[in-house]
């Protein structure tokens, strides 16, 4: 497999959008070889057998994809991109937390560190029950945390993310529980009430 990137169309589309928002280039969803291989390539149960089972294998399978992911890693920096979305779908008993810093942190630190030397920034699209990441996530060096979703919709409130995140811009934060049809108009207002505290006047405040 070859990466080639498309600069161009980049640019078109960045130029379409012009003030009106803040063009993310979308790199992948898997962060690593081993995150590709447990989203893509086999169901979670047989790849988690697997990991133990045929480790040989799978770090053979890691280290012919390594020239590809690294490969991917320096289109995005040398890209016109100012933000880059790499990684996410994390979920702390899926991507549980040693697999997570064996697995994916080494790779984000690299997207992170070659994507600050040249001045942008690394989106995770970090969707899922990320109690037992906080930390791990924050040491990856991401700068942006899109779509976050607090509780009710996982277990982390929108203060305890502020908390654990401090100087990460997050996206997002309203779960759909809170905006459906469903939820009681003073649950909705109460859970505004409760964010604007929590996030306070952002900015590492």
């Known amino acids: 497999m070859r990466v080639r990137p498309d600069y161009d169309k980049f640019k078109r589309w960045s130029d379409e959008v012009g003030d009106d928002g803040l063009p993310v280039a979308y790199v992948s969803l898997a962060a ?16 988690m057998l697997g990991l133990y089972d045929w480790r040989r294998e ?3 399978l890691v280290e012919d994809m390594t020239p590809f992911y690294e490969e991917v890693i320096r289109v995005a920096a040398e890209g016109p991109a100012e933000v880059v979305l790499f990684g996410g779908n994390y979920d702390d008993t899926i991507t549980y937390p040693p697999f997570f810093r064996e697995h994916i942190l080494p790779w984000l630190r690299r997207m992170a560190d070659a994507l600050h030397a ?6 995770c699209h970090t969707d899922g029950e990320n109690g037992g990441l906080l930390d791990l996530l924050r040491e990856s060096g991401m700068d942006v945390a899109e779509p976050l979703c607090p509780a009710p919709g996982t277990r982390v409130t929108i203060g305890e993310y502020r908390r654990a ?6 996206w997002g934060g309203v779960p759909s529980a809170v905006v459906s049809e469903g939820c009681p ?4 207002r109460a859970y505004l009430e409760e964010m604007e505290r ?6 590492g405040s």
């Open 118 to 123: 040249r001045g942008k920034l690394l989106l």
């Open 198 to 203: 929590a996030l306070g006047r952002g900015r």
């Open 58 to 60: 799978y770090e053979a």
């Open 185 to 188: 108009e003073d649950e909705f």
């Open 165 to 170: 995140w401090e100087g990460v811009a997050i």
């Open 32 to 47: 690593s070889p081993m995150q590709e291989m447990l989203r893509d390539f086999m169901e979670v149960a047989q790849f």
